[in-house]
């Protein structure tokens, strides 16, 4: 399995930006969006199951949205109302099994005027 994570960038506070992290191969549990701000320790923000439910972190939750397209092996991260704190290399994470993980490459969101 491999996760290819784009659409990071540069965007002002309060926009937008959609991720999209590719999956080749067969992921059977779930899928996640991790991120890592400078100085500070990889954080779980949003998780998505095999069924379509999901979970936020607290920091996020009502402004990020994670969804999965099954037909076309891609996880998306929709993030609204960005925040200078919302900096970071966000990274994609899957999950085959319970014990099988893999990690996406990561992609650098910077949120500033």
């Known amino acids: 399995v491999q996760l290819q994570a784009s659409g990071g960038g540069l965007v002002q506070p309060g926009g937008s930006l959609r991720l999209t992290c590719a999956i080749s191969g067969t992921v059977t549990s779930f899928m996640a969006w991790y991120r890592q701000a400078p100085g500070k320790q990889r954080e779980l923000i949003a998780l998505i199951n095999s069924g379509g439910s999901a979970n936020y972190a607290d920091s996020v939750k009502g402004r990020f949205t994670i969804s999965r397209d099954n037909a076309k092996n891609t996880v998306y991260l929709h993030m609204n109302s960005l925040k200078p704190e919302d900096t970071a290399v966000y990274y994609c994470?899957?999950?085959?099994?319970?014990?099988?993980?893999?990690w996406g490459q990561g992609t650098l969101v910077t949120v500033s005027r």
């Open positions: 994470y899957a999950r085959r099994g319970l014990t099988e993980a893999f």
